[in-house]
């Protein structure tokens, strides 16, 4: 009898791969410390799919 962790919740490969390439696609230009694509910092489809990562214990909230 062992209970589901909160805030840890397994996700689908296919999923973790959508989230990491959004990741990717959404990351922060160095240059002008923004999303290329949405023209902010830390956009929101980046935010979610860092949060869902780490909810899956797939990448370090330090990160
Ligand atoms: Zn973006």
């Known amino acids: 009898m062992s209970a ?3 805030g840890h919740a397994p996700i689908p490969d296919e ?3 959508r ?3 959004a990741i ?3 990351g922060d230009d160095p240059a ?3 999303c290329v694509h949405c023209r902010r910092h830390r956009c929101p ?3 979610y799919a860092v949060e869902q990562l780490i909810l ?3 990448l370090d909230s330090d990160t």
């Open 4 to 6: 589901t962790p909160q």
């Open 15 to 17: 999923l973790a791969r």
């Open 19 to 21: 989230y990491w390439q």
């Open 24 to 26: 990717a696609v959404h």
């Open 32 to 34: 002008t410390d923004m």
């Open 45 to 47: 489809e980046w935010a």
């Open 56 to 58: 899956a214990d797939l």
